[in-house]
């Protein structure tokens, strides 16, 4: 019997993949299991407790499967509240009961990426402000922890849980992975500044979003300094740690190109298999798939054997695991000591299936317009899969995005924007004058390099 706080199901998400499919539905149960007043690691073992780091990374996947606003809202403010008490500090679990200790990385960002977050996903502004002080505290308590040791703009002091349970750590004993800690650390210092900086500025406080948008360049410049050569090569080659400097916009303009050729590269040599923990693998499709890699995401989510999302669901998972090994391939418990079987945090693949593979993104790039008012619908297919169909109850309404291959290799899209919202449809590697739009060729719209992007009012189309 599975117990959880109230929230209605606002997402659903179907593939020509069974097991894809599968993997969706472990992700909503995970949720279901651990969303109890708080959002837990796991319900089943001897923790329960509302972790900071699993909370950040799935947000995004929570927000499209269920209606999380009043109940991450309420978490919000006990963050706040923990802080309060810490100087800025975020704890490693909120409510911070029987741990001492926090302030890692990437754990302790719940306190700016979850208001952004629910910012982007409902356009409440009322949740933004209640929650703008416990994001400039946790951004302060980082820069005094970086003026302490000399004020060099990087986050280089302090326990942080690394890239947790990552799979390419030279210490087996170790569960933090490879990626230096420094090095995610001061990736985080510059996200969450500058996600400070712009709910700064939405807010009417010109002084402070000006402060920290200086403060973000700061850190910024002094990322690119420590972390790559004058010829774009990264001191840190991990598949961790190039998606972190791709998501996070840290990777200097002219060495984009490089970089994103140099993980791949790093792909290849992993054999085409994920290595990435907690920290990394939010992000990993995501980046892939929008930096000109997106088969390369298929690969990643379709892979069957250890590592791999599908893994899991062959041995017959019906939740997330916390590693990617908790279960052996013969189906016996993994002889690790930690070790749950509803673990949401890989579960964070499903936000890279709506807002990539099905394209549904709550703004388009406006953060004065967020809530899907005017969304962004850019689906990437891949001849890896059929179809794919995305259907999501927003702030502003129904939303649907989906797309099939049909027998002769022609792509359709389907797409549903509600009253009073528009959204921007970016179609990948189309032609203008080759589009139909609901059976007419269509000239509306504008060729940026080689995607098409329309501008759409309420109703239902079909594409192709």
Same mark, same amino acid.
């Given at each position: 019997?599975?117990?959880?706080?109230?929230? @209605?199901?606002?997402?659903?998400?179907?593939?020509?993949?069974?097991?894809?499919?599968?993997?969706?539905?472990?992700?909503?149960?995970?949720?279901?299991?651990?969303?109890?007043?708080?959002?837990?690691?796991?319900?089943?073992?001897?923790?329960?407790?509302?972790?900071?780091?699993?909370?950040?990374?799935?947000?995004?996947?929570?927000?499209? !499967?269920?209606?999380?606003?009043?109940?991450?809202?309420?978490?919000?403010?006990?963050?706040?509240?923990?802080?309060?008490?810490?100087?800025?500090?975020?704890?490693? %679990? %909120?409510?911070?009961?029987?741990?001492?200790?926090?302030?890692?990385?990437?754990?302790?960002?719940?306190?700016?990426?979850?208001?952004?977050?629910?910012?982007?996903?409902?356009?409440?502004?009322?949740?933004?402000?209640?929650?703008?002080?416990?994001?400039?505290?946790?951004?302060?308590?980082?820069?005094?922890?970086?003026?302490?040791?000399?004020? #060099?703009?990087?986050?280089?002091?302090?326990? &942080?849980? /690394?890239?947790?349970?990552?799979?390419?750590?030279?210490?087996?004993?170790?569960?933090?992975?490879?990626?230096?800690?420094?090095?995610?650390?001061?990736?985080?210092?510059?996200?969450?500044?500058?996600?400070?900086?712009?709910?700064?500025?939405?807010?009417? #406080?010109?002084?402070?979003? =000006?402060?920290?948008?200086?403060?973000?360049? =700061?850190?910024?410049?002094?990322?690119?300094?420590?972390?790559?050569?004058?010829?774009?090569?990264?001191?840190? !080659?991990?598949?961790?740690?190039?998606?972190?400097?791709?998501?996070?916009?840290?990777?200097?303009?002219?060495?984009? &190109?490089?970089?994103?050729?140099?993980?791949?590269?790093?792909?290849?040599?992993? #054999?085409?298999?994920?290595?990435?923990?907690?920290? /990394?693998?939010?992000?990993?499709?995501?980046?892939?798939?929008?930096?000109?890699?997106?088969?390369?995401?298929?690969?990643?989510?379709?892979?069957?054997?250890?590592?791999?999302?599908?893994?899991?669901?062959?041995?017959?998972?019906?939740?997330?695991?916390?590693?990617?090994?908790?279960?052996?391939?013969?189906?016996?418990?993994?002889?690790?000591?930690?070790?749950?079987?509803?673990?949401?945090?890989?579960?964070?693949?499903?936000?890279?299936?709506?807002?990539?593979?099905?394209?549904?993104?709550?703004?388009?790039?406006?953060?004065?317009?967020?809530?899907?008012?005017?969304?962004?619908?850019?689906?990437?297919?891949?001849?890896?899969?059929?179809?794919?169909?995305?259907?999501?109850?927003?702030?502003?309404?129904?939303?649907?995005?989906?797309?099939?291959?049909?027998?002769?290799?022609?792509?359709?899209? &389907?797409?549903?924007?509600?009253?009073?919202?528009?959204?921007?449809?970016?179609?990948?590697?189309? =032609?203008?004058?080759?589009?139909?739009? @609901?059976?007419?060729?269509?000239?509306?719209?504008?060729?940026?390099?080689?995607?098409?992007?329309?501008?759409?009012?309420?109703?239902?189309?079909?594409?192709?």
């Amino acid at each position: 019997c599975v117990i959880y706080s109230r929230m @209605d199901l606002t997402g659903t998400v179907e593939t020509a993949h069974p097991k894809v499919n599968q993997l969706i539905k472990n992700t909503l149960w995970g949720q279901k299991g651990n969303f109890l007043d708080i959002p837990t690691d796991c319900p089943q073992r001897d923790e329960r407790m509302g972790w900071t780091g699993d909370t950040q990374v799935f947000s995004g996947t929570a927000c499209f !499967n269920m209606d999380a606003a009043a109940f991450f809202a309420k978490y919000m403010v006990d963050c706040g509240q923990e802080q309060a008490k810490r100087g800025g500090m975020v704890p490693m %679990v %909120v409510p911070a009961a029987g741990l001492p200790g926090g302030g890692s990385s990437a754990w302790g960002d719940v306190a700016t990426i979850l208001p952004w977050n629910l910012y982007e996903f409902y356009g409440d502004i009322a949740l933004l402000e209640a929650q703008f002080e416990s994001m400039r505290a946790w951004v302060e308590y980082i820069r005094s922890a970086d003026e302490a040791s000399g004020g #060099k703009r990087l986050w280089t002091t302090g326990f &942080h849980f /690394g890239d947790w349970l990552a799979l390419d750590g030279n210490d087996p004993d170790s569960p933090m992975g490879g990626t230096p800690e420094d090095f995610i650390a001061s990736a985080y210092y510059y996200h969450s500044t500058r996600l400070v900086a712009r709910a700064a500025a939405i807010l009417g #406080k010109d002084a402070e979003a =000006e402060g920290y948008h200086r403060l973000a360049d =700061e850190i910024k410049a002094a990322f690119q300094a420590e972390y790559f050569t004058q010829t774009g090569r990264i001191a840190v !080659n991990t598949q961790t740690g190039m998606v972190l400097a791709l998501f996070m916009d840290l990777v200097p303009e002219p060495h984009r &190109h490089r970089l994103v050729e140099d993980l791949m590269a790093r792909l290849r040599r992993d #054999k085409m298999h994920l290595r990435t923990g907690f920290v /990394g693998t939010p992000y990993l499709c995501r980046v892939l798939s929008n930096h000109g890699a997106n088969d390369l995401a298929y690969t990643l989510l379709l892979n069957e054997d250890y590592p791999s999302w599908l893994y899991a669901v062959n041995l017959g998972a019906t939740t997330i695991w916390e590693r990617w090994n908790s279960l052996n391939p013969d189906g016996s418990i993994s002889s690790t000591g930690m070790n749950s079987l509803n673990h949401y945090a890989y579960g964070s693949i499903v936000e890279w299936i709506y807002r990539d593979m099905c394209g549904l993104n709550p703004t388009a790039g406006d953060d004065a317009r967020p809530g899907f008012r005017r969304a962004r619908i850019a689906p990437k297919p891949s001849r890896l899969l059929k179809w794919a169909k995305a259907s999501y109850r927003s702030a502003a309404g129904w939303y649907q995005s989906g797309w099939e291959i049909g027998e002769r290799g022609r792509l359709s899209f &389907h797409v549903t924007i509600p009253f009073n919202a528009t959204a921007i449809i970016v179609l990948p590697d189309a =032609e203008l004058a080759a589009l139909t739009l @609901d059976g007419a060729l269509t000239s509306e719209g504008r060729q940026v390099g080689q995607d098409v992007e329309l501008e759409l009012g309420a109703g239902a189309y079909v594409i192709a």
